[in-house]
């Protein structure tokens, strides 16, 4: 399915679990931790600016955010996780809302999971992975940031994801960078491909 990236628009933020509407799209997740680029990845993506806010603070986007690419697709941003300062209430909130949209029967068509590729996985990331491996959804790895590591360093992180990351060898994966590009067209085409 080819899909028109520059006509995506701002369907809906939900904060709560009582927000959610009814799943009438294909939904394509972008999951990840805060602060690993995600905003920054959706914007590339969709060849806008400023769709996705990107925060200068990490823990602030706070909404499951739905974006309408067409009458059939959304891309949804969830919440990124695992930023320290924030409440415990604040992590029990995100937990529920994120737990009651997987939970909601939607059409998930893929789940884009974002690692930081100049860091092992945290504790939040594994977790994540195994949910998904555990929920039998389709998901692929989007390793990002990769504009800030030297090839070596990158070949070298790669080699440690692959004892890190569990199933990691038959998990898609691509490399990107928001701030070059890098791994953009791949990435559509890996979404496209998911699609169909």
């Given amino acids: 399915m080819k899909l028109n990236y520059g006509q995506a628009k701002l369907e809906i933020s939900c ?3 009582k927000q959610l509407e009814e799943n009438k799209f294909l939904e394509v997740v972008f999951s990840g931790r805060s602060n690993v680029g995600k905003s920054s990845l959706l914007n590339k993506i969709l060849g806008r600016k400023a769709l996705a806010r990107v925060s200068s603070a990490p823990g602030k986007t706070a909404t499951i955010n739905f974006y309408r690419l067409s009458e059939e697709v959304c891309f949804v941003d969830l919440p990124g ?3 320290a300062k924030v409440s415990k209430a604040e992590k029990q909130r995100w937990k529920e809302l994120v737990g009651a949209y997987f939970s909601s029967g939607r059409e998930i ?8 590729c100049r860091h092992s996985p945290s504790a939040q990331d594994l977790q994540m992975i ?3 491996i555990d929920g039998e ?3 692929l790895l989007a390793f990002t940031k ?3 590591l030297s090839k070596s360093q990158l070949a070298e992180r790669m080699e440690a994801f692959a004892e890190e990351i569990p199933m990691f060898e038959s998990i898609a994966k691509v490399v990107t960078s928001a ?3 890098t791994g953009t067209g791949e990435l559509k085409s890996l979404i496209e491909s998911a699609l169909a």
Avoid: M, R, S
Avoid at 109 to 116: F, H, K, M, T
């Fill in 15 to 17: 904060g709560t679990a």
């Fill in 81 to 83: 996780y695992g930023y």
């Fill in 109 to 116: 068509a893929l789940v884009v999971q974002l690692i930081d």
């Fill in 130 to 132: 195994n949910f998904l």
């Fill in 137 to 139: 959804f389709p998901f």
């Fill in 146 to 148: 990769a504009d800030k």
């Fill in 179 to 181: 701030e070059k590009g």
